[in-house]
């Protein structure tokens, strides 16, 4: 069931149960969470009428005040998007979907709400009467109308004032969705103070979403899904629109901070066996005719694969004759960015790298597996995988001090909006691919990344790997493998150490990160028993290393040199 017809069904329910005045049934103790106006069959107690005697009396209403505090800090503004009967009739009279406010005048409307309830209050106290009901446009809506219908009614300044606001507010509902909930209504601006500190809210997984704009489409209130990560806006009703519109799953409505999902799975991955990719002998060969010569299997089949992928292939060679004819053919794929370097030619290339023989770097880093074709296939695709589910995460409270902008130096697709505390970019939107340069140009350590939830609560000790650069180019080019789990900030520590060594080491310290939950059948063969675990060689750590640490059994594992 979506969350649009469970919030119908409960905004219906929510009519009935306010209107049992009708069969006798009331419940005048109760005051209800969201905007409302007493009428002949209204049941339950209206809370800024209730609240607007008090203050007139010089009270201080207790008994409202702790029923409105609980429920709003529990569920800040779900009542306006679940429960509000005004906020139903406006869903119900929008009808011309295609128009709206522009932002500038939006984000200046916003603001009206919480004038509108200073001034409620403010005209008790001047007037010693509740001078709003007399324009409340439900109270006009249940109360005013029917009985002006029914009865008749006398022409006097009140009523042409009441009947002028609510067909104004009538125009404005056909236009603009839910225009009394974004800028007036101010039950709403009281609730809309806990939205920050309630449990409820919109959760979004950045590692799922691709920033495809659809729920900015369909959101009531407007708001900027994309800031629901640190910064719960104050605007969101609650409502679920945007999760049901979303195609990848990335939204949800919970009461937790951290959501545990499944990874996931593309149209692509579903298909097929388990074992993903498949490797080229399981693949159903087409069978030609007698007549017809089958044409040689050369690396049809593997890559293929990568046309849905995007990689860069540096590939060092001494003799072009010694060149792998697949790395060749990997330059008609459009995806893929194919270098093939003369090392007798690039001479201050060799010696930036340190190489002595043949290498192939993929993705900036020194690959050190089968130099065969299916086997840098599988490990590219494998990569590219993993590369969609990170993010890189931009800590503004660090990047507003800093002057130099060091990361957009070095990286130009680098992008900072300050539009929230902790910026989330999935990796793909940059298409980077992990080179580790923007983390240690960034001497501030804001640049973080993450598997799943932006938690970045750390920070890397850059000066003391920059202080062991040297010791990272004695050794021998080798992969680590990083078992890992989303959600996990000490998981997301581990990510950015590796990207910054890899970086330090000028791509000789390569890194697989591997799902252990995904992949339980490697983390058994590893014995890993605790997440995160970095296998280095024959030796591994249990939780985060330390960067010295980390260097230390890198330097152990490669025999280094003295």
């Known amino acids: 069931m979506t969350y649009k017809t469970s919030r119908r069904i409960a905004q219906v329910a929510t009519i009935f149960m306010v209107s049992t005045g009708v069969i006798g049934v009331t419940f005048y103790w109760v005051v209800v969470p969201f905007f409302y106006a007493p009428y002949q069959y209204s049941s339950v107690s209206d809370p800024l009428r209730i609240l607007q005697f008090y203050f007139i009396e ?7 005040l702790g029923i409105l505090f609980v429920a709003f800090a529990v569920f800040g503004r779900g009542f306006c998007g679940w429960a509000c009967p005004f906020g139903f009739f406006q869903d119900i009279v929008h009808v011309f979907t295609g128009m709206d406010l522009p932002e500038w ?23 010693a009467t509740p001078l709003f009901d007399r324009i409340n446009p439900f109270a006009t809506l249940v109360a005013s109308l029917p009985r002006m219908l029914l009865v008749g009614f006398t022409v006097d300044t009140w009523v042409i004032l009441r ?22 209504c101010p039950v709403g601006a009281l609730a809309a103070v806990f939205n920050k500190v309630s449990p ?7 590692s799922r979403c691709n920033k495809c704009k659809d729920c900015l489409d369909v959101c009531p209130t407007k708001v900027n899904i994309f800031d629901v990560v640190r910064k ?50 399981e693949y159903i060969r087409r069978k030609y005719p007698p007549e017809r010569r089958e044409k040689p299997p050369l690396s049809e089949v593997s890559l293929r694969k990568l046309r849905g992928i995007r990689g860069r292939i540096i590939y060092f060679y001494e003799d072009s004759k010694e060149i792998p004819p697949f790395i060749k053919e990997m330059e008609t794929v459009p995806t893929m960015q194919v270098w093939l370097v003369n090392m007798k030619e690039s001479i201050n290339l060799v010696q930036h790298y340190q190489l002595e ?12 597996g089968k130099l065969e074709e299916d086997a840098v296939v599988t490990y590219m695709f494998k990569e590219y995988a993993m590369l969609c589910r990170l993010s890189v995460v931009f800590d503004t409270a660090k990047c507003r001090p800093c002057r130099t902008r060091d990361c957009t130096t070095v990286c130009e697709k680098i992008d900072i909006r300050f539009e929230s505390k902790i910026e989330a970019h999935p990796l793909t939107e940059f298409d980077c691919f992990i080179c580790g340069e923007c983390i240690t140009a960034c001497k501030r350590g804001g640049v973080s990344l993450v598997y799943g939830e932006p938690k970045v609560d750390f920070t890397l000790n850059l000066a003391h790997l920059e202080s062991l650069q040297d010791k990272l180019l004695e050794v021998e080019p080798m992969t680590l493998k990083a078992f890992i789990e989303r959600d996990s900030v000490h998981c997301n520590k581990v990510i950015t150490m590796l990207a910054a ?6 791509g000789r310290i390569n890194f697989e990160l591997i799902d252990a939950l995904e992949e339980p059948e490697r983390a058994r063969a590893y014995d890993i028993t605790f997440l995160p675990t970095v296998v280095v060689g024959r030796f591994k750590t249990f939780g985060v290393p330390t960067e010295g640490s980390l260097v230390l059994l890198i330097r152990r594992s490669s025999r280094w040199k003295e």
């Open 163 to 184: 009947l002028t606001l609510f067909f104004l507010l009538l125009t404005s509902f056909l236009f603009v969705h839910r225009f009394w909930c974004r800028y007036l």
């Open 501 to 506: 060594i890899s970086h330090l080491s000028r």
């Open 357 to 368: 023989r043949s290498t192939l770097f993929i993705n900036g880093r020194v690959y050190t």
């Open 58 to 64: 010089g009270d201080i209403p207790w008994y409202p």
């Open 232 to 281: 719960r806006p104050v605007e969101c009703i609650l409502c679920g629109d945007c999760a049901d519109v979303c195609r990848r799953g990335a939204l949800s409505l919970s009461f937790t901070e951290k959501v545990v999902r499944e990874a996931y799975t593309s149209r692509e991955e579903a298909y097929g066996p388990l074992r993903y990719p498949l490797p080229p002998d």
């Open 200 to 206: 409820l809210h919109l959760h979004l997984d950045p």
């Open 105 to 127: 005048l939006h984000n200046g409307l916003t603001k009206v709400k919480y004038l509108v309830l200073v001034a409620v209050f403010a005209a008790c106290y001047f007037t």
